[in-house]
Protein backbone atom coordinates (compact mmCIF):
# COMPACT_ATOMS: atom_id res chain seq x y z
CA UNK A 1 0.00 0.00 0.00
CA UNK A 2 1.45 3.49 -0.79
CA UNK A 3 2.21 6.30 1.64
CA UNK A 4 -0.88 8.66 0.29
CA UNK A 5 -3.28 5.75 0.55
CA UNK A 6 -2.07 4.88 4.04
CA UNK A 7 -2.39 8.48 4.74
CA UNK A 8 -6.26 8.67 2.83
CA UNK A 9 -7.56 5.81 5.24
CA UNK A 10 -6.58 7.09 8.30
CA UNK A 11 -7.88 10.71 7.13
CA UNK A 12 -11.25 8.52 6.29
CA UNK A 13 -11.11 6.72 9.63
CA UNK A 14 -10.56 10.04 11.73
CA UNK A 15 -13.41 11.54 10.43
CA UNK A 16 -15.68 8.62 10.76
CA UNK A 17 -14.66 8.73 14.19
CA UNK A 18 -15.83 11.87 14.53
CA UNK A 19 -19.50 11.41 12.95
CA UNK A 20 -18.86 12.81 9.47
CA UNK A 21 -17.85 9.79 7.18
CA UNK A 22 -16.08 10.07 3.82
CA UNK A 23 -18.39 13.06 2.43
CA UNK A 24 -16.63 15.40 4.95
CA UNK A 25 -13.29 14.37 4.08
CA UNK A 26 -13.93 15.18 0.88
CA UNK A 27 -13.80 19.02 2.02
CA UNK A 28 -10.33 18.60 2.40
CA UNK A 29 -9.29 17.50 -1.35
CA UNK A 30 -11.79 18.47 -3.67
CA UNK A 31 -12.38 22.11 -4.91
CA UNK A 32 -14.86 23.64 -4.28
CA UNK A 33 -18.04 24.90 -6.46
CA UNK A 34 -19.75 27.78 -6.38
CA UNK A 35 -22.81 27.63 -8.36
CA UNK A 36 -24.09 30.69 -9.28
CA UNK A 37 -27.99 30.96 -10.07
CA UNK A 38 -27.87 32.83 -13.42
CA UNK A 39 -25.61 33.33 -16.34
CA UNK A 40 -23.03 35.00 -16.62
CA UNK A 41 -22.71 39.05 -16.46
CA UNK A 42 -25.05 40.21 -13.76
CA UNK A 43 -25.02 40.58 -9.92
CA UNK A 44 -24.29 37.11 -8.72
CA UNK A 45 -21.63 36.13 -11.33
CA UNK A 46 -19.84 39.43 -10.70
CA UNK A 47 -19.88 39.24 -7.30
CA UNK A 48 -18.42 35.45 -7.36
CA UNK A 49 -15.60 36.21 -9.81
CA UNK A 50 -15.05 38.54 -7.41
CA UNK A 51 -14.53 36.45 -4.65
CA UNK A 52 -12.88 33.33 -6.39
CA UNK A 53 -9.16 33.98 -6.24
CA UNK A 54 -9.19 35.11 -2.26
CA UNK A 55 -11.49 32.31 -1.67
CA UNK A 56 -8.80 29.68 -3.28
CA UNK A 57 -5.93 31.79 -1.39
CA UNK A 58 -7.41 31.10 1.90
CA UNK A 59 -8.93 27.84 1.38
CA UNK A 60 -5.59 26.41 -0.27
CA UNK A 61 -7.96 24.45 -2.91
CA UNK A 62 -9.11 25.07 -6.70
CA UNK A 63 -12.38 27.79 -5.89
CA UNK A 64 -14.81 27.06 -9.36
CA UNK A 65 -17.88 29.25 -10.69
CA UNK A 66 -20.46 27.61 -12.20
CA UNK A 67 -23.38 29.49 -13.82
CA UNK A 68 -26.40 26.98 -13.63
CA UNK A 69 -29.35 29.42 -14.55
CA UNK A 70 -33.00 28.77 -15.25
CA UNK A 71 -36.33 28.55 -13.90
CA UNK A 72 -35.65 32.21 -11.25
CA UNK A 73 -32.72 30.38 -9.78
CA UNK A 74 -34.72 26.82 -9.12
CA UNK A 75 -32.72 24.76 -11.13
CA UNK A 76 -29.41 25.85 -9.60
CA UNK A 77 -30.79 26.07 -6.26
CA UNK A 78 -32.28 22.33 -6.34
CA UNK A 79 -29.09 21.26 -7.39
CA UNK A 80 -27.03 22.48 -4.29
CA UNK A 81 -30.04 21.15 -2.12
CA UNK A 82 -29.65 17.64 -3.35
CA UNK A 83 -25.39 17.94 -3.28
CA UNK A 84 -23.42 15.80 -0.73
CA UNK A 85 -22.99 17.79 2.26
CA UNK A 86 -19.48 18.35 2.78
CA UNK A 87 -18.89 22.01 1.92
CA UNK A 88 -17.52 21.42 -1.71
CA UNK A 89 -20.31 22.39 -3.42
CA UNK A 90 -22.42 25.67 -2.33
CA UNK A 91 -24.96 27.97 -3.69
CA UNK A 92 -24.34 31.68 -4.61
CA UNK A 93 -28.07 32.61 -4.49
CA UNK A 94 -29.66 35.86 -5.53
CA UNK A 95 -32.66 37.76 -4.08
CA UNK A 96 -34.90 35.09 -5.52
CA UNK A 97 -33.79 32.55 -3.14
CA UNK A 98 -36.29 34.00 -0.46
CA UNK A 99 -38.83 35.13 -3.14
CA UNK A 100 -39.33 31.98 -5.14
CA UNK A 101 -41.09 30.46 -2.28
CA UNK A 102 -44.18 32.80 -3.20
CA UNK A 103 -44.16 32.23 -7.01
CA UNK A 104 -44.24 28.60 -7.20
CA UNK A 105 -46.77 26.39 -4.35
CA UNK A 106 -44.15 23.83 -4.85
CA UNK A 107 -40.77 23.84 -4.77
CA UNK A 108 -38.60 20.69 -5.46
CA UNK A 109 -36.54 21.94 -2.63
CA UNK A 110 -37.53 23.64 0.86
CA UNK A 111 -35.63 26.94 1.00
CA UNK A 112 -35.68 27.22 4.78
CA UNK A 113 -34.95 23.61 5.77
CA UNK A 114 -32.86 22.57 2.78
CA UNK A 115 -29.72 24.79 3.58
CA UNK A 116 -27.63 25.64 5.72
CA UNK A 117 -26.45 29.38 6.10
CA UNK A 118 -22.46 30.27 5.72
CA UNK A 119 -23.33 34.01 4.69
CA UNK A 120 -24.78 37.27 3.22
CA UNK A 121 -22.00 38.11 1.37
CA UNK A 122 -23.30 41.69 0.09
CA UNK A 123 -26.54 43.33 -0.57
CA UNK A 124 -26.84 46.32 -2.89
CA UNK A 125 -29.57 49.08 -4.34
CA UNK A 126 -31.07 48.72 -7.75
CA UNK A 127 -30.05 51.72 -10.60
CA UNK A 128 -33.38 51.80 -13.09
CA UNK A 129 -31.47 52.16 -16.17
CA UNK A 130 -33.44 52.93 -18.97
CA UNK A 131 -32.35 52.97 -23.20
CA UNK A 132 -31.36 56.10 -25.20
CA UNK A 133 -35.05 56.06 -26.59
CA UNK A 134 -36.90 57.08 -23.16
CA UNK A 135 -37.87 60.45 -23.56
CA UNK A 136 -36.45 61.18 -20.05
CA UNK A 137 -33.42 61.51 -18.02
CA UNK A 138 -34.85 60.75 -14.23
CA UNK A 139 -37.23 58.69 -12.59
CA UNK A 140 -39.66 61.19 -12.47
CA UNK A 141 -39.39 62.36 -16.27
CA UNK A 142 -39.98 58.58 -17.11
CA UNK A 143 -43.35 58.39 -14.92
CA UNK A 144 -44.75 61.48 -16.52
CA UNK A 145 -43.62 59.75 -20.38
CA UNK A 146 -45.48 56.83 -18.78
CA UNK A 147 -48.56 58.36 -18.24
CA UNK A 148 -49.01 60.22 -21.20
CA UNK A 149 -47.78 57.45 -23.11
CA UNK A 150 -49.27 54.44 -21.90
CA UNK A 151 -48.71 50.72 -23.17
CA UNK A 152 -45.37 52.50 -24.77
CA UNK A 153 -42.49 51.32 -22.42
CA UNK A 154 -41.85 47.96 -20.98
CA UNK A 155 -38.71 46.38 -18.23
CA UNK A 156 -36.53 43.91 -17.93
CA UNK A 157 -36.15 41.86 -14.94
CA UNK A 158 -34.11 38.80 -13.93
CA UNK A 159 -37.49 36.74 -14.16
CA UNK A 160 -40.57 36.14 -12.00
CA UNK A 161 -40.74 36.98 -8.57
CA UNK A 162 -37.28 38.73 -8.42
CA UNK A 163 -36.79 41.59 -6.43
CA UNK A 164 -36.52 44.07 -9.72
CA UNK A 165 -40.27 42.08 -11.19
CA UNK A 166 -41.23 43.35 -7.19
CA UNK A 167 -39.54 46.95 -6.99
CA UNK A 168 -40.84 47.70 -10.15
CA UNK A 169 -44.37 46.72 -9.39
CA UNK A 170 -44.23 48.62 -6.36
CA UNK A 171 -43.19 51.75 -7.97
CA UNK A 172 -45.69 51.68 -11.16
CA UNK A 173 -48.86 50.98 -8.08
CA UNK A 174 -47.47 54.22 -6.16
CA UNK A 175 -47.11 56.00 -9.10
CA UNK A 176 -50.52 54.77 -10.93
CA UNK A 177 -48.46 53.76 -14.46
CA UNK A 178 -48.73 51.10 -16.61
CA UNK A 179 -45.18 49.41 -18.11
CA UNK A 180 -45.02 46.01 -19.20
CA UNK A 181 -43.00 43.53 -17.73
CA UNK A 182 -41.09 41.07 -19.43
CA UNK A 183 -38.82 38.59 -17.75
CA UNK A 184 -35.33 37.57 -18.88
CA UNK A 185 -33.08 34.68 -17.56
CA UNK A 186 -30.85 37.00 -15.88
CA UNK A 187 -29.12 40.11 -15.25
CA UNK A 188 -26.82 40.19 -18.58
CA UNK A 189 -29.67 39.38 -21.15
CA UNK A 190 -31.74 42.14 -19.74
CA UNK A 191 -29.51 44.45 -20.19
CA UNK A 192 -29.24 43.24 -23.97
CA UNK A 193 -32.76 44.09 -24.21
CA UNK A 194 -32.19 47.37 -23.09
CA UNK A 195 -29.50 47.73 -25.36
CA UNK A 196 -31.39 46.63 -28.44
CA UNK A 197 -34.27 48.79 -26.77
CA UNK A 198 -36.67 45.44 -27.13
CA UNK A 199 -37.30 46.66 -23.67
CA UNK A 200 -36.94 50.71 -22.27
CA UNK A 201 -36.43 49.92 -18.92
CA UNK A 202 -34.23 47.11 -16.17
CA UNK A 203 -34.09 47.35 -12.76
CA UNK A 204 -30.21 45.98 -12.11
CA UNK A 205 -26.87 46.07 -9.72
CA UNK A 206 -24.62 49.23 -10.56
CA UNK A 207 -21.99 46.64 -11.64
CA UNK A 208 -24.25 44.98 -13.92
CA UNK A 209 -24.99 48.34 -15.65
CA UNK A 210 -21.56 50.52 -14.50
CA UNK A 211 -20.40 49.62 -17.93
CA UNK A 212 -23.02 50.30 -20.28
CA UNK A 213 -23.59 53.32 -17.95
CA UNK A 214 -20.55 54.46 -18.94
CA UNK A 215 -20.56 54.33 -22.05
CA UNK A 216 -23.77 56.70 -22.60
CA UNK A 217 -25.84 53.59 -24.00
CA UNK A 218 -27.67 53.41 -20.52
CA UNK A 219 -29.43 56.13 -18.53
CA UNK A 220 -29.36 55.76 -14.68
CA UNK A 221 -32.93 57.33 -13.67
CA UNK A 222 -32.61 56.13 -10.15
CA UNK A 223 -31.66 54.13 -7.14
CA UNK A 224 -33.50 52.00 -4.85
CA UNK A 225 -31.31 52.34 -1.34
CA UNK A 226 -31.49 54.91 0.90
CA UNK A 227 -28.68 57.03 -0.28
CA UNK A 228 -27.11 57.81 -4.20
CA UNK A 229 -24.37 55.68 -5.18
CA UNK A 230 -20.54 57.51 -4.84
CA UNK A 231 -20.21 56.93 -8.57
CA UNK A 232 -23.45 58.28 -9.51
CA UNK A 233 -23.95 61.52 -7.20
CA UNK A 234 -26.08 62.84 -9.63
CA UNK A 235 -28.69 60.30 -9.58
CA UNK A 236 -31.57 60.38 -7.46
CA UNK A 237 -32.92 57.92 -5.12
CA UNK A 238 -36.19 56.84 -5.71
CA UNK A 239 -37.39 58.06 -2.27
CA UNK A 240 -36.36 61.58 -3.46
CA UNK A 241 -37.96 61.02 -7.28
CA UNK A 242 -41.70 61.34 -5.23
CA UNK A 243 -41.73 58.14 -3.11
CA UNK A 244 -40.97 59.03 0.48
CA UNK A 245 -39.16 56.32 2.55
CA UNK A 246 -38.99 54.18 0.01
CA UNK A 247 -35.75 51.50 -0.03
CA UNK A 248 -35.46 48.14 -1.54
CA UNK A 249 -32.23 46.00 -1.99
CA UNK A 250 -31.38 43.02 -3.83
CA UNK A 251 -28.84 40.54 -1.67
CA UNK A 252 -26.21 37.70 -2.51
CA UNK A 253 -25.92 34.97 0.29
CA UNK A 254 -24.13 31.52 0.26
CA UNK A 255 -25.93 28.74 1.16
CA UNK A 256 -24.45 24.73 1.73
CA UNK A 257 -26.47 21.72 1.52
CA UNK A 258 -28.69 20.94 4.97
CA UNK A 259 -26.69 18.86 7.17
CA UNK A 260 -23.12 19.64 6.21
CA UNK A 261 -21.13 19.05 9.62
CA UNK A 262 -21.32 22.26 12.14
CA UNK A 263 -17.56 22.64 12.24
CA UNK A 264 -17.21 22.67 7.77
CA UNK A 265 -19.94 25.62 8.12
CA UNK A 266 -18.16 27.27 10.86
CA UNK A 267 -14.68 27.12 8.45
CA UNK A 268 -16.53 28.44 5.83
CA UNK A 269 -18.02 30.87 7.18
CA UNK A 270 -14.52 32.27 8.67
CA UNK A 271 -13.12 31.58 5.22
CA UNK A 272 -16.13 33.88 3.17
CA UNK A 273 -15.75 36.47 5.83
CA UNK A 274 -12.52 36.66 5.69
CA UNK A 275 -12.43 37.03 1.69
CA UNK A 276 -14.98 39.34 1.33
CA UNK A 277 -12.85 41.79 4.44
CA UNK A 278 -9.59 41.71 2.04
CA UNK A 279 -8.92 44.87 1.12
CA UNK A 280 -8.71 44.15 -2.72
CA UNK A 281 -12.03 42.71 -2.41
CA UNK A 282 -13.67 44.72 -0.51
CA UNK A 283 -12.25 47.44 -2.30
CA UNK A 284 -13.24 45.69 -6.00
CA UNK A 285 -17.07 44.99 -4.55
CA UNK A 286 -17.27 48.11 -2.93
CA UNK A 287 -16.22 49.93 -6.53
CA UNK A 288 -19.18 47.60 -8.26
CA UNK A 289 -21.84 48.99 -5.90
CA UNK A 290 -21.85 46.56 -3.59
CA UNK A 291 -22.29 46.59 0.25
CA UNK A 292 -20.55 44.04 1.99
CA UNK A 293 -22.01 42.44 4.97
CA UNK A 294 -20.17 39.44 5.85
CA UNK A 295 -22.37 38.18 8.62
CA UNK A 296 -22.20 34.55 9.86
CA UNK A 297 -24.43 32.14 9.03
CA UNK A 298 -27.60 32.66 11.25
CA UNK A 299 -27.97 36.29 9.82
CA UNK A 300 -28.43 35.15 6.46
CA UNK A 301 -31.21 32.66 7.38
CA UNK A 302 -32.79 35.22 9.42
CA UNK A 303 -32.39 37.94 6.24
CA UNK A 304 -33.71 35.47 4.09
CA UNK A 305 -36.84 34.75 6.11
CA UNK A 306 -37.37 38.38 6.78
CA UNK A 307 -37.24 39.37 2.84
CA UNK A 308 -39.48 36.42 1.97
CA UNK A 309 -42.73 37.51 4.78
CA UNK A 310 -41.61 41.35 3.39
CA UNK A 311 -42.35 40.92 -0.28
CA UNK A 312 -45.50 37.59 0.48
CA UNK A 313 -47.08 40.46 2.33
CA UNK A 314 -46.63 42.96 -0.55
CA UNK A 315 -47.93 40.19 -3.12
CA UNK A 316 -50.72 39.18 -0.86
CA UNK A 317 -51.50 43.06 -0.04
CA UNK A 318 -51.58 43.61 -4.01
CA UNK A 319 -52.98 40.70 -5.62
CA UNK A 320 -50.28 40.48 -7.36
CA UNK A 321 -50.05 37.48 -10.51
CA UNK A 322 -47.01 35.97 -10.16
CA UNK A 323 -47.63 33.47 -13.10
CA UNK A 324 -44.63 31.41 -14.48
Known amino acids: MSSSSFNRRQALAAAAALGFGPAAFAQADAPVRLVVT???????????????????KRMGRPVVVENKPGAASQLATDFVAKAAPNGNTLLVSFDTHAINPIVKAKLPYDTFKDFAGVTLAVRFPLVIGASASVPANDLRGFIEAARTQPARFSYASTGVGSMNHLVMEDIKRKAGVYVLHVPYGGGGPAVQAVLGDVSQLTLLSYAALKGQIAAGRIKPLAVTGAKRLADLPNVPTVAESGFPGFEAYSWIGIFAPAGTPPETLRKLTEDFRAALNAPEVHGKLTAAGFEVMATDGAGVERHAKAEHDRWASFVRTTKLKLED
Not at 38 to 56: H, N, V, W
Open 38 to 56: FPPGGSTDIAARILQPELA
